[in-house]
């Protein structure tokens, strides 16, 4: 039998009261040190939630140091050339609230921002985010609400940054798996090609 939890009274007696230290960790503007782990960071996620409630978490990457620091208040992260869903983006225009998760290889802890977004197409900055001589096409400008870092439970019990744990050909490549599940009727051949060595030499253009 489910048994599902329907209250917040509910929750907290069966995972009990929060940890002081889990409590007074927030912050709202950005320490020295957490200026030094974005500089750090070559990777995040980005949270957002739709008007209607529909959510999406969108991975964002470049060399470390790509979400730059506008005030002690205020970053901003640039968009690359990607797919073109936009959902994130989209769902920023309606709602713009987000949350953002920075990691660094091999760190088993996080840096978590929360705050609210806009979109900006050009700003002076933009040309500060030039990567491999290409300007972003836009940027989410995030004013921080709650800043803190997350414990380390979760990278440990995955394992995520141990080599040996790792398994990439658990399952099919990615050019198998789009033409398995998303594209059937495209050639295995021309998905090979087009995710293949060169494919890391597009993903600016």
């Avoid at 039998?1 to 995972?15: A, C, G, K």
Wanted: proline share 9%; hydrophobic share 40%.
């Amino acid at each position: 039998m489910t048994v599902e939890i329907t209250s917040h009274e509910e929750l907290r007696e069966l995972l009990g009261a929060p940890m002081p230290r889990a409590l007074v960790k927030e912050r709202p503007v950005l320490h020295a040190r957490d200026r030094d782990w974005l500089a750090a960071s070559p990777f995040c996620l980005v949270a957002t939630a739709g008007a209607d409630g529909s959510c999406d978490v969108s991975p964002k990457g470049d060399p470390p140091g790509f979400a730059m620091v506008l005030d002690e208040r205020t970053i901003a992260v640039p968009e690359r050339p990607g797919n073109r869903r936009a959902d994130g983006y989209r769902n920023i225009l309606d709602n713009p609230h987000v949350g953002l998760i920075f990691l660094i290889p091999g760190r088993t802890d996080t840096l978590r921002i929360n705050g609210r977004a806009r979109l900006v197409r050009d700003a002076p900055w933009f040309d500060d985010m030039v990567v491999e001589g290409h300007r972003p096409v836009l940027a989410v400008v995030v004013e921080i609400e709650q800043i803190f870092y997350h414990c380390a439970k979760a990278f440990l019990r995955s394992r995520l940054w141990q080599p040996e744990s790792w398994q990439p050909d658990s399952l099919p490549s990615r050019a198998r798996l789009i033409k398995e599940v998303e594209n059937p009727a495209e050639s295995l051949a021309d998905l090979e090609r087009h995710y293949g060595p060169r494919y890391a030499t597009t993903i600016y253009t």
